[in-house]
């Protein structure tokens, strides 16, 4: 046997291996990513807590996964308190529209031009019986006959969430734990592959891009969900507390703060409540101008150097085709992409990274 032969071989063992690990531990990739996020994220705390323990790095790893996990568990245990008074409600109502339909409310045929269309159609598809299930066309709303099966239905996708989010902080109490030798195994084996230089360039771009856009989607996000939550107190809205927690979340999705506020004016003008409705779209239009045409992209764009459409893309084209985990992941390939691109006036015409 020769000697590529031989190499051949054993770059087909190894692949093999590792496409044999991928395939035996899936089910858990996504809690793997979001630690290794929320690991990049939140590394300067940690360090700070390692300093602080001088230098024991399994007491220190298992006070920042506890402190990662209160600033995590503590809002969310807030928004659920709230779901959870409000959800029998709100169940009964989901079941009941859909069950007997949902009445067209008298002023839309107040608005110029579309009013009457819209009226009309809300009556032929929302204010029919199974109207909403046949609207959303996915076979699951269709099932929901009562209260108690909205119920079960999202108790079910909230238990597969929070075993989700359990494994994530095992996985990230790890990673605290052995980050400095995970760090320096991936330099060894991208170094090998492409080279000292090039793989330190683009690694040192992995952090920075993870940071920003965290600070970008999540903070910013948050602060979305804050100020609208307190438009929604004022303007007289049900549950203003829960509305602006689902605000928040949304909001760490560009564009996806409307969603919430909108809904929320949508009750409001059903409710024939017109002026707190218009109040509460024409704030919700503000703050999402401002947080998304000029505190997002200046936050992660300054931080990554990525121009503005590399941002946007990154974000919107990741959560389209990965999920809420693209959200993150989009704007660091983006930035990989972006460093690629000028990796040739980097090293200058002609000249090749060396090792």
Known sequence: MTDTQRDILSTCFSLAIIVLAAFVTQRFFLPVVWAGIL?????????????????????????????????????LTIALTEAAR?????????????????????WLLHIPL???????????????????????????????????????????????????????????????KDGPA???????IGSHCVGRVRWHLYATKVPTAVRATVNGLVLVGLAEGVLLGIVYAFA?????????????ILAIIPFGAPVAFVAVAAVLAIGG????????????????????????????????????LAVLFGILGGVETLGLVGLFIGPVVM???VTLWHEENLFGPGVKPGR
């Open 39 to 75: 690991c990049i994220a939140t590394w300067p705390m940690f360090a700070r807590i390692l300093r602080a323990f001088g230098g024991r790095q399994i007491i220190a790893a298992l006070a920042a996964t506890v402190v990662a996990a209160l600033m995590f568990i503590v809002p």
């Open 86 to 106: 409000e959800a029998p409600a709100l169940a009964a109502l989901v079941a009941d529209a859909n069950n007997n339909g949902l009445a067209a409310p008298a």
């Open 114 to 176: 579309a009013g009457p269309a819209i009226h009309d159609w809300w009556t032929t598809t929302l204010g029919q019986p199974h109207g909403i299930a046949h609207l959303l066309q996915d076979g699951s709303v269709a099932r929901l006959k009562s209260a108690s099966e909205v119920l079960r239905n999202l108790g079910a996708h909230l238990m597969h969430r929070l075993i989700d989010i359990g494994f994530a902080f095992v996985t990230l109490f790890f990673f605290y």
């Open 182 to 188: 995970l760090v320096r195994q991936f330099d060894a």
């Open 236 to 248: 007289g809205v049900p549950s203003a507390v829960l509305w602006g927690a689902a605000t928040g």
């Open 273 to 308: 409540h017109m002026v707190p409705a218009i109040a509460v779209i024409a704030a919700g239009t503000i703050v999402l101008f401002v947080a998304d045409h000029f505190v997002r992209p200046t936050i992660i764009g300054n931080a990554t150097a990525l121009p503005f």
């Open 335 to 337: 930035t990989l992409f």
